[in-house]
C-alpha cells in the first residue's frame, strides 16, 4: 500500500511518464485529462498524488467525475491534486487569515474547467485556482460547477463568472479556501447541507442584480454547522441562510466576520423556515455567537424559532429581526464605523484594528495581528 506520486504541467517533458519533474506529463492533452491520471487503478492497493506546475490547465468541457475514470477514487485510495513549484515540490501554503483579503494565489496552478465542473468523491485538491465560467444550471449541490460530495479543498480559490456561482457539495470540506463569483446573477456561492468550511472567504459580487445572490446557503434538513472562522462578504441576500422547512431546522454560526450582505433582501444571518407550533418533531436552533456584522441590511432574523444569540457585535441598518422571547446576552450595538473597527476595509481587509476596543475580544474570524498599543503615563491596556 503506497502513494505513487506523478508530475504533470501544462506540457511534458523527457519521457513524459510523470515519474519525476523530468519526466512530467501534460494533464491536459486537446482537453482531455491525462490517462496516467484516469487509468490509474484506484481499486488496487495505492493511492495517487498528482503535483501540478504552474500555468493554465484548461479543458471546455470536460467536467472531472468519476465517468472519466477506470476505476474512480475511493475513500482509502484517493485522489490528491497538490500545486507545485517549478522543481516539482509542493507549494507552501500561505500563512493567512480568511478576514485579511484574497487569498495569494500568485503561484499557484489555475485549472480553468471551462464550463465544465468537479464532481468527484475522494479526491483532494490543495493550493490549486480553479475557475469556471458556467452559465447555466442550478446553484444547489446538483449544480453546473459543483465541487461534489467527498471532496476536499485546502489553500485553494474557486470563481466563477458566469450566470451562477460555485456550488459546494453536501459532504465536502475546505480549508482556508477562498470561493467568489464576478457573475452578475447567481444564487449563492457556497451551497448543500453538511457543509464544513473553516478559513474560509466568501466573496459575492456586490453589483449583482438578480437572483438571491447568497453568500452559504444550507437546503437540506438539519442544523446547519458551517464551522466557524469564515468570512461573507459583498452578497446583496443573506450571508448566511437555511431555507429548508422541515422540523429540527435551524442554523449555528460562531465567529464569522459578515460585510456588506442582506443590502436587498434577507438578512446576514437568516433562518426563516422553522415550522411553528408544539407539533414540531425537532429541536429548532439558532444561535450565533462571537461573529462581527457590519454594513448589512438586517443583521440576524429568525422565524417561529427563539434566538439565542451571546457576544455578537453588530452595526447595521438594523440589528434584529427575532421573537421577543429570544435570548440576547453582552451583544455589542453601539456606532462605529469601518476606519476605527477594520484593518483597511477599502482594500477588503475586514480583520479586526489592533486599536479597535473590539479587538481581543474573540469576535469575528480574525484580529489583527500583534499586542494592543500601550501609553507610556500608563501601565495597563488602552481601551
Known amino acids: 500500500m503506497a502513494l505513487i506520486t506523478r508530475y504533470f504541467s501544462t506540457t511534458g517533458a523527457g519521457t513524459e511518464d510523470g515519474t519525476s519533474w523530468a519526466n512530467r506529463a501534460a494533464f491536459y492533452s486537446a482537453g482531455t485529462c491525462s490517462s496516467i491520471i484516469t487509468s490509474f487503478n484506484f481499486a488496487g492497493s495505492d493511492s495517487l ?26 475513500p482509502a485510495n484517493p485522489l490528491t491534486i497538490y500545486g507545485c513549484d517549478s522543481n516539482g515540490d509542493r507549494i507552501i501554503p500561505p500563512v493567512w487569515n480568511c478576514c485579511q483579503g484574497p487569498l495569494p494565489v500568485s503561484n499557484f496552478p489555475l485549472w480553468d474547467l471551462g464550463t465544465g465542473s468537479v464532481s468527484l468523491a475522494n479526491i483532494i485538491i ?34 466563477n463568472s458566469g450566470g451562477q456561482s460555485a456550488a459546494f457539495g453536501t459532504t465536502a470540506t475546505a480549508h482556508s479556501c477562498h470561493f467568489k463569483t464576478t457573475a452578475t446573477t447567481y444564487g449563492n456561492v457556497v451551497a448543500g447541507g453538511a457543509i464544513h468550511v473553516q478559513n474560509c472567504r466568501i466573496e459575492g459580487n456586490p453589483g449583482a ?7 452559504i446557503e444550507g437546503t437540506v434538513a438539519g442544523i446547519l454547522r458551517p464551522a466557524s472562522k469564515n468570512c461573507i462578504l459583498d452578497c446583496p441576500g443573506s450571508a448566511i441562510i437555511n431555507t429548508n422547512g422541515s ?6 454560526a460562531t465567529e464569522f466576520t459578515i460585510v456588506n450582505c442582506a443590502t ?15 407539533a414540531a418533531t425537532g429541536h429548532n436552533v439558532v444561535y450565533s455567537k462571537n461573529c462581527f456584522i457590519a454594513n448589512c441590511g438586517l443583521g440576524i432574523s429568525t422565524v417561529n424559532t427563539a ?28 456606532a462605529g464605523s469601518d476606519t476605527d473597527e477594520f484593518v483597511d476595509a477599502a ?17 469575528g474570524a480574525g484580529d489583527e495581528p500583534g499586542a494592543r498599543p500601550t501609553s507610556p503615563f500608563y501601565t495597563g491596556i488602552i481601551g
Open 247 to 252: 422540523a429540527g431546522n435551524g442554523l449555528v
Open 264 to 278: 436587498v433582501n434577507g438578512a446576514a444571518i437568516d433562518c426563516p423556515n422553522p415550522p411553528s407550533g408544539v
Open 307 to 334: 434566538a439565542r444569540l451571546f457576544n455578537n457585535r453588530l452595526r447595521n441598518t438594523s440589528n434584529y429581526s427575532i421573537p421577543t422571547n429570544s435570548i440576547v446576552a453582552n451583544d455589542y450595538v453601539a
Open 49 to 74: 498524488e498528482v503535483r501540478l506546475g504552474a500555468g493554465t490547465h484548461s479543458t471546455s468541457n470536460n467536467s472531472f467525475t468519476s465517468a472519466l475514470f477506470t476505476n474512480a477514487p475511493r
Open 347 to 363: 482594500s477588503g481587509d475586514y480583520r479586526i484594528k489592533k486599536t479597535s476596543i473590539y479587538w481581543g475580544k474573540n469576535l
Open 209 to 215: 442584480t438578480s437572483g438571491n445572490r447568497r453568500g
Open 126 to 159: 490543495a493550493c490549486v485556482s480553479l475557475q469556471n465560467n458556467s452559465a447555466s444550471g442550478t446553484v444547489n449541490a446538483s449544480g453546473t460547477f459543483n465541487l461534489g460530495n467527498g471532496m476536499s479543498l485546502e489553500f485553494c480559490k474557486v470563481e
